[in-house]
């Protein structure tokens, strides 16, 4: 059967054959009815096909209409309009249309304001197919509230003067989970704004009725009906919109790039990120992220990202508001973020709001659920490598919601099965992690979060050394509500990242090293919506480190290792923000905010004091000073400031413009010499000054096709100073005085992002390509070496063309097929060329620093999905996923090392995936 | 009762599941480790290493070693000596003395000359293939005498070398050794053996004394920037550890010293954290060198070396075990066996034991000859010399 798709705003559905037959001889209505009223649409219907309406116009006066008609028939439209409802009509030969009002239904639409409403009775006109996927209930409720008049504040006879105060929460009416970042427009597009991480909305508006729609990607689009008497609360149920190949939703006001004041940022739900094959079918959010226009990494399996010509360090990754310093697992092919306990992304690449801080790149925002609140459901999955099972639901209803996960890996068996030739079939590795989160709810204006993450990692590469890795994190929030326009979030909590190597082999070099980096912060949050125009924001941080930069210990009985520790390094980050977000006008809206941040650098700690005007190193040192405990041994602080306006320059297209400075005050240098690379992580002390950035951004973003496709180009330039880069020779484990070794550089960073991308519809996906540079130049003197002669050099992280294609097709309801295109250019990399001998003693001759790249990345990945059902009133659902994890089979290299073998040294390169990887999954959700 | 219907039917769809996954399973898959040799690595790296200073002292022979870097996986133990270079040393203000090759081997040494130290030299080399390289001229630093080399027995031996510099010029220094010392047999014996006859050996091939001779392995580098004046007050030299085979007697070290400039100082540092040593963890990262000798002919021909012009200092100190205290002997690692023949008749010195693994000890009279192990007996076995150096007593 094929159909044509008949847009319309309020639910779709497909005709019957003979209807779409009959279709074809009728004449027919084509337009955007957006915003009429009955009267009107009915004007122009008469006078496109000749046909004649009678009816009462008392029972319309309070319909507004929301339609987008393409060759839609007189049949089609009012079958639409009246579906569910208690009106009927007729049509008599002489093509006169009478609509009545059945006489069983007790109840009507309001004739006025806010009149009383009941349920209609059900009438169902059996023209249209029935729709299993939206259950009659739901759509009654919502056809309900969207034609009812609500009274906001307290009703008055007349409405009164001045402005007033609508706020509450947006939820998802299924599950009652809040949803963040839904665009709320009142009365056309003129004023709008969206809901924050608690699904929290606050509209300022004139006294008097407003029509305000809702929009959000993945949601039925909605709309509320309101008079505005005083301020008071609505909270609003948005239904998921089941994508049906029957028609596309396509949303006359969506919250699209276009619209939002933000520019660089990517917001991503799970519905989004799920869409995407990756390895082994398990959904996951670091490679969805990497898809991104300006987002790279450094090899397949690496920690992290990069972004925009950023190191990885330089990426702040919160999870519910913990900071996890190595977001993956497993060589990092997975990332730690179980996927069924995460509701959504955000990735601010330019415009960083003032509220972030202490990482110079980009603020990676992952949320959690709060649970459902109605009822208990989970998700259990099985895959070659992972199992896993989260569950959520109510503890006490309405109240009190939890949602827990685990997820655990049996993934020995894999690298047991390796080809013994490959070197690395005495190999293991395995992962898990876990998740928590309890909401609670004590009234209307207090609401509670608890949150735990526990996630570790193990493995073991050929016989000798072992790899160990843990992300723990704990917080406790607490969001306030002191009225309609302002409200606080406060958040406490500890995380802690610890990694430790350990050589386990029984002979005299067993070791063990170990490293920790612990943080306790407290944050608040406040924001304050004076009128519509303004958003104002504003508080107060606080993250004290602790860092273990390493311990060094004997690991079996013949061990002749020394036992050796590093002094811990504390530090205070402190900061407060101010920030305002304006809108000008309807087409201009401009953000302004100010954050100034401090860090102390706390004992006990031993201080080494070098010559001034001479390298640091260890001939040059003076004197050595010792600072106890709690004093401050140095303190840098600077300004942050962060402006970003955007210009509509049409209805569908929009220009944005940013400037940012950030700080960052924990610096990370990679130990990349090693088959598998070694992190070190380092606060600024009184010698190794903080990284300083700024970034200025220009982007112009355009939607065709009524925003079902969206284009976007962003430049962007970046300033770097004071980032680390190693000197030569440099020694980075276990360096009690590790500002000897390392350089301070200057970095600059540029590039252009493209991206293509459709929405909606059965073929979804999208395309985006990064060309970028990020350089770094030492060129004092003053600092021991110059690197490259003190010309600009690539980083280590360099590459600059990128391409993402991402592409999803839906077959019919139950299969689609998903397609991932990754190339990126090589990273570069310092090879050594040569041995030389001099002065008796042999030594390798390395190349310019980051001279050559490594072969250049190219991955396809193929999946197709298959539920297993699709009703939406079946209490199981499940699907299984098939796939194929690089197609091509091409070697991509993991690492490229290099060892001595029989007094020559050889190079190799290490891929883990290196062939086609067939995978299934299966999950079931209940 | 929902929930508990939900729980059965999970159970019975995963274990269905597991079946699907066994199939899966049976695909293996692999890591690879393939060899990674890009062009960069494989191509001829064969670039012109240059070991050497100008020597501006009265009357002395400039000595310049020439080599060619080999390939990572080229397994030659040393430097490829760059043979039919043409050698010279420069003076910035015209002038020119060169230098002879030493047939055979790489090295290339000048006259006695006596070079006016307060000018500019530089170094020429026109490699065998045409390559043309020139150093930057660089200003002549006398190095300062050496004040003392001296020692501190604690437990181990540390050895320390000190100097000044009166005008404060010289800031920075690099070292080198050799150090001797004496090794002697385990076990006395008179008796050699040479085309299957025992002999009584004399003092010219003697096999009681050895002397061995090594050089310094590792870069030292002194600095005295970060002090107020322009001294060297005990820069540590080595460290013989407590009970180390190298001094059971008498151990002798001759320290050269010579002064660095400074960016030849940074140059040697490099050179210094320069390891052979790659892929494990403790690994320093890769170094980058960036000396004054450049290919003039072809840019992009890097080559390796820091050309200095300055004077060579040296002192000798020897050391003997009788000062040190609680010095270790520790056994060495080997054992000496004994056992005992017949002697040969007629002719006792006939000697054709089969295993060299042992030597003859001594005769007893009337009796067998007894032989011990070879290395117990001959202290040549473990190298070095029998020749008894000049300087130890």
């Known amino acids: 059967m094929r159909c044509r798709p008949i847009r319309l705003l309020l639910y779709s ?45 008392a029972d319309f006066d309070s319909l507004s209409i929301e339609m987008t008609l393409n060759r839609a028939t007189v049949r089609q439209i009012l079958d639409e309009l009246f579906q569910n409802t208690d009106f009927h009509y007729s049509i008599d030969s002489g093509k006169r249309i009478f609509i009545t009002r059945h006489v069983t239904i007790v109840t009507t639409l309001p004739a006025r304001f806010g009149g009383p409403v009941s349920a209609p009775g059900s009438k169902g006109q059996a023209v249209f197919a029935t729709d299993d996927e939206q259950p009659e209930k739901a759509r009654l409720k919502q056809m309900l509230a969207e034609n009812r008049v609500y009274d906001i504040g307290a009703r008055t006879a007349t409405v009164g003067q001045g402005k007033a105060t609508v706020a509450g929460y947006v939820k998802d009416d299924n599950t009652g989970e809040p949803i963040v970042g839904a665009t709320l427009f009142a009365d056309g597009s003129a004023t709008s704004v969206a809901t924050d991480q608690f699904g929290y909305y606050s509209l300022t508006l004139p006294k008097g009725r407003h029509l305000i729609r809702l929009t959000d990607a993945g949601m039925r689009d909605t709309r509320r009906q309101i008079v505005l008497y005083s301020d008071g609360r609505l909270n609003i149920d948005m239904q998921e919109a089941v994508t049906t190949l029957r028609a596309a939703i396509v949303s006359a006001e969506k919250t699209s790039n276009t619209k939002s004041v933000q520019m660089g940022v990517n917001r991503l739900n799970i519905r989004t990120i799920r869409q995407v094959p990756v390895v082994f079918g398990e959904a996951d959010v670091l490679k969805v992220v990497l898809t991104l226009p300006g987002v790279t990494s450094v ?34 092919f997975f990332s730690s973020f179980n996927p069924d306990v995460v509701k959504g992304i955000e990735l601010y690449k330019s415009a960083i709001p003032e509220k972030f801080g202490g990482r110079l790149s980009s603020v990676l925002d992952i949320s959690m659920p709060d649970g459902n609140t109605k009822k208990w459901s989970g998700v259990a999955g099985i895959g070659p490598l992972t199992s896993k099972l989260s569950i959520e639901g109510p503890i006490q209803k309405d109240r009190t919601t939890l949602v827990a996960a685990v997820r655990t890996t049996y993934s020995d068996w894999l690298l047991n099965s390796l080809p013994a030739s490959s070197a690395y079939n005495n190999s293991s590795a395995n992962f898990y992690d876990a998740n928590l989160r309890i909401t609670h709810r004590i009234d209307e204006k207090n609401t509670l979060n608890i949150m735990g993450y526990y996630s570790a990692d193990r493995f073991r590469l050929g016989n000798d050394t072992t790899y160990k890795y843990t992300n723990a994190s704990t917080n406790l929030k607490w969001k306030h509500i002191f009225n309609n326009r302002s409200n606080a979030l406060f958040t406490a909590g500890i995380d802690r990242y610890q990694y430790n190597i350990s050589d386990s082999r029984d002979s005299t070099n067993g070791f063990r090293l170990g490293f920790q980096i612990g943080q306790t912060y407290f944050r608040s949050e406040f924001t304050f919506a004076p009128d519509n125009k303004n958003q104002v924001s504003y508080g107060l941080s606080a993250v004290y480190y602790k860092l273990h930069p390493g311990t060094y210990s004997p690991e079996g009985e013949k061990s002749l290792i020394v036992d050796s ?53 260890l001939n040059t040192v003076i004197d050595t000073a010792f600072y106890s405990g709690g004093k401050i041994i140095k303190t840098w602080s600077a300004p942050e400031v962060r402006i970003s306006a955007r210009y509509a320059v049409s209805e569908n297209g929009s220009i944005k413009a940013s400037y940012n400075t950030l700080e960052q005050y924990i610096h990370m240098l ?6 598998s690379p070694t992190d070190i992580w380092k606060l600024s002390d009184a010698h190794i000054r903080p990284q300083h950035g700024r970034q200025v951004s220009f982007g112009y973003y355009r939607n065709f096709l009524s925003n079902k ?16 880069d190693y000197k030569s020779g440099a020694n980075l484990l276990l360096n009690p005085h590790i500002e000897t070794d390392v350089l301070e550089t200057k970095g600059k960073a540029y590039g252009v992002e493209l991206l293509l991308r459709k929405t909606e519809g059965k073929f979804n996906g999208w395309l985006s390509y990064t060309w970028s540079r990020t350089l770094l130049r030492q060129d004092d003197p003053l600092a021991g070496q110059l690197i490259s002669n003190g010309n600009w050099y690539p980083a280590s992280f360099d590459k600059p063309h990128n391409l993402n294609f991402i592409a999803n097709y839906r077959f019919s309801h139950r299969y689609s097929m998903s397609v991932n295109m990754v190339y990126s250019t090589g990273r570069p990399i310092t090879l050594p060329l040569a041995v030389f001998d001099l002065d008796g003693s042999p030594g390798l001759y390395y190349s310019q620093r980051n001279q050559y790249r490594i072969p250049d990345y ?60 067939p995978f299934i999954t299966y999950t079931i959700r209940f | 009762m929902k929930h508990r219907n939900y729980h059965i039917l999970l159970i019975r769809r995963l274990r269905h599941s597991w079946a699907a996954l066994a199939l899966v399973s049976a695909i293996l898959l692999a890591a690879c480790r393939q060899a990674y040799a890009p062009p960069a690595i494989t191509n001829p790296n064969h670039y012109l290493v240059v070991d050497g200073f100008i020597n501006i002292g009265a009357n002395t022979v400039t000595t310049f070693k020439l080599t060619r870097t080999r390939n990572l996986g080229d397994s030659t133990v040393q430097g490829i000596p760059e043979l039919g270079a043409r050698v010279a040393i420069v003076g910035a203000g015209g002038g020119s003395w060169p230098l002879s090759e030493i047939i055979g081997t790489g090295r290339y040494a000048s006259d006695p000359l006596t070079l006016d130290p307060t000018r500019k030299y530089s170094i020429a080399i026109v490699a065998f293939n045409g390559e043309v390289y020139n150093s930057d001229p660089v200003p002549c630093l006398v190095t300062p005498p050496i004040d003392s080399i001296f020692w501190r027995q604690p437990f181990d031996l540390n050895i320390y070398a000190g100097t000044h510099d009166p005008t404060g010029n010289t800031r920075y220094y690099r070292y080198t050794y050799n150090e001797t010392w004496e090794h002697d047999a385990q076990l006395m014996t008179v008796w050699g053996v040479a085309n299957g006859r025992i002999y009584a050996q004399d003092s010219t091939n003697q096999t009681q004394q050895c002397w061995t001779t090594d050089t310094s392995a590792s870069i030292l ?52 954290k ?43 100190i020897l050391i003997r075990e009788s000062s040190f205290t609680n010095w270790q002997h520790n056994q060495p690692a080997y054992g000496c066996d004994t056992t005992s023949i017949a002697p040969g008749y007629p002719d006792p010195f006939v000697y054709n034991y089969p295993d060299t693994n042992y030597a003859p000890w001594y005769f007893i009279s009337g009796g067998p000859l007894v032989l011990a192990s070879s290395v117990c007996l001959n202290c040549l076995l473990l190298g070095g010399t029998n020749v008894r150096p000049p300087f130890m007593p």
């Open chain 1, 709 to 724: 496709v969206e284009t976007s180009v962003e430049l962007y330039y970046k300033w770097i100073d004071n980032y680390l």
């Open chain 2, 274 to 316: 320069t390891s052979q040593d790659v892929g494990t963890l403790f690994d320093v990262q890769p170094t980058q060198l960036t000396g004054n000798i450049r290919c003039t002919s072809d840019p992009s021909l890097p080559a390796i070396g820091f050309i200095t012009a300055t004077t060579e200092q040296q002192q000798r």
């Open chain 1, 565 to 617: 520790t590093l002094p811990a390094e504390q530090g205070l980050e402190s900061a407060i923000y101010l920030g305002d977000q304006y809108s000008v006008n309807n087409r201009l809206t401009i953000s302004g905010g100010l954050r100034y941040s401090v860090f102390n650098y706390l004992g006990p700690h031993d201080v080494y004091n070098y010559a001034p005007g001479l390298p640091r190193e």
């Open chain 1, 299 to 332: 090899g397949e399996a690496s920690n992290g990202i990069n972004v925009r010509g950023g190191s990885t360090d330089q990426n702040l990754t919160l999870f519910d508001g913990a900071t996890i310093y190595n977001p993956t697992h497993l060589f990092g």
């Open chain 1, 13 to 57: 559905a497909c005709l019957v054959l003979s209807l779409q037959a009959r279709a074809q001889l009728e004449p027919t209505v084509t337009g955007n009815f957006e915003g009429y009223t009955f009267g009107r649409l009915t004007a122009r219907i008469e006078t496109v096909t000749g046909y004649r309406f009678y009816y009462d116009p």
């Open chain 2, 221 to 272: 580098l002194a600095s005295s920037a970060a002090e107020s004046s322009a001294v060297i007050d005990s820069f540590p030299l080595l460290t013989v550890p407590n009970g180390d085979a190298r001094v059971t007697k008498v151990y002798s070290i001759l320290v050269h010293q010579y002064a660095l400039t400074l960016d030849a100082y940074n140059y040697w540092q490099i050179i210094a």
């Open chain 1, 670 to 675: 990679s130990n990349t010499v090693s088959v």
């Open chain 1, 858 to 917: 190219f991955r396809t990945d193929a999946s197709f999905i298959i539920d297993g059902n699709n009703r939406l009133t079946q209490k199981l659902h499940n699907f299984w996923t098939v796939g194929v994890y690089n197609l091509t089979g091409r070697k991509n290299p993991y690492s490229v090392y290099f060892i001595q073998e029989n007094g020559t040294i050889k190079g190799y390169q290490l891929s883990i995936f290196g062939t086609q990887i």
